[in-house]
Structures are given as structure tokens and as C-alpha cells.
T-cell receptor
């Protein structure tokens, strides 16, 4: 079983829809949770990060962490065609020599105009 | 204009040749990382360096080598010993080599094709 599971999609939605992207994980030591957005043939860009449980909002994006269920989500409101990309979740434990990030495989999102 | 640069964007090599991928950052970040990305497998860590003149193997280091002679630079050599080198290679850097709420920032990537 992978440490981080993410549905690869593709997920296709109409413009203006609310998008929900999710990851589950198995390591209860994970404390930091991130979402990266990756456009085709580009490097990932950090979109959101949260520490421990709770919600964090930034414009149209909301990240949620439920540590009791080992489940994280990214919501995109009023989705735009420019949101079409692969979304990668990533997480790591606190401290440690490597601060090693564990990535999901990514969900491909297509927002149709 | 701070950032991470990787060159070249596309690289083609014949099987059996070593090839070096460049990664430079002007963010004054301490730690640097190399990942490869393959379809359906996410990002896998090859090597990382937390400080100049020091680096450690990641999860898939076999067939790769690195150096960290300068803080700004972390080149990756893909050797002929790497069994399946065709992939998208990503370099990342991070401000601090310890914990805290600062995370990795990625370069634009190099797509290597070996035939």
C-alpha cells in the first residue's frame, strides 16, 4: 500500500463548478500537508500548505485536513479553464533530517469552458 | 528575479552515454533536491543536499550521481548504469535544512529522452 493515495482522474468539470480533489494517507506522523499545481510540461508550483488539522482558505482555494480520517482535500470554487492542470498532494512528518516530502500521483483536472 | 532554473528543457542522448542536468537557484536556499517524475508514479526522490559539500541518497539513487560544490548549484548526472533514464527530472530547493513552515519550490524541469 502506498503511503499517499490520490485518484489520478482525469476529472472533467464545466467552468464555474466547485471542484473537490482528495488524498488519503496511512502515516499518522504526517503533520504538514501541501497542494501543488502542475501545468503540462512544467514544474509543480506550491499552491497551498497547512499544518496539522483544519482549514485554510486562499481566494478560490480551500485546503482541508482531517487527521482523524487521514484525509486531505482541496476545493476550488468558481473553477476556470486556467485551473486545468495536474494537482499533486504532498505531505511530510515534523522535523527529521530529510524533511522528506511524500507525493501523491496527481489528479488531472480539466475545466471545460 | 529569484527562482530555480534547469537546463536544458529537453535533452536527447544515446544509450550508454552519461548526461548531466543543470540546476541553479538564486533564492539563497540551503537545501536542494532532485526528483524524477514518471506517468502514474508521482515524484520520486533521487538525491538531496542540505548544505554545500554534503548530499544523501534518496529512494532511487542507483545510476545517478550529484555534487554540491556551490550553494547555488546542484547538478545531476544520469549515468549509463541507470536502467530506465527516460523521464521528467525536477530540481527543487528549500530555504532551511530543518523543519518549519517553508516548503520546496520547483524548477521548470528537464525532459530527458534516451534511445
Amino acid at each position: 500500500q502506498k503511503e499517499v493515495e490520490q485518484d489520478p482522474g482525469p476529472l472533467s468539470v464545466p467552468e464555474g463548478a466547485i471542484v473537490s480533489l482528495n488524498c488519503t494517507y496511512s502515516n499518522s506522523a504526517f503533520q504538514y500537508f501541501m497542494w501543488y499545481r502542475q501545468y503540462s510540461r512544467k514544474g509543480p508550483e506550491l499552491l497551498m500548505y497547512t499544518y496539522s488539522s483544519g482549514n485554510k482558505e486562499d481566494g478560490r482555494f480551500t485546503a482541508q485536513v482531517d487527521k482523524s480520517s487521514k484525509y486531505i482535500s482541496l476545493f476550488i470554487r468558481d473553477s476556470q479553464p486556467s485551473d486545468s492542470a495536474t494537482y499533486l498532494c504532498a505531505m511530510r512528518a515534523y522535523g527529521g533530517a530529510t524533511n522528506k516530502l511524500i507525493f501523491g500521483t496527481g489528479t488531472l483536472l480539466a475545466v471545460q469552458p | 528575479d529569484g527562482g530555480i532554473t534547469q537546463s536544458p528543457k529537453y535533452l536527447f542522448r544515446k544509450e550508454g552515454q552519461n548526461v548531466t542536468l543543470s540546476c541553479e537557484q538564486n533564492l539563497n536556499h540551503d537545501a536542494m533536491y532532485w526528483y524524477r517524475q514518471d506517468p502514474g508514479q508521482g515524484l520520486r526522490l533521487i538525491y538531496y543536499s542540505q548544505i554545500v559539500n554534503d548530499f544523501q541518497k534518496g529512494d532511487i539513487a542507483e545510476g545517478y550521481s550529484v555534487s554540491r560544490e556551490k550553494k547555488e548549484s546542484f547538478p545531476l548526472t544520469v549515468t549509463s548504469a541507470q536502467k530506465n533514464p527516460t523521464a521528467f527530472y525536477l530540481c527543487a530547493s528549500k530555504k532551511s535544512r530543518t523543519g518549519g513552515l517553508n516548503e520546496q519550490y520547483f524548477g521548470p524541469g528537464t525532459r530527458l529522452t534516451v534511445t
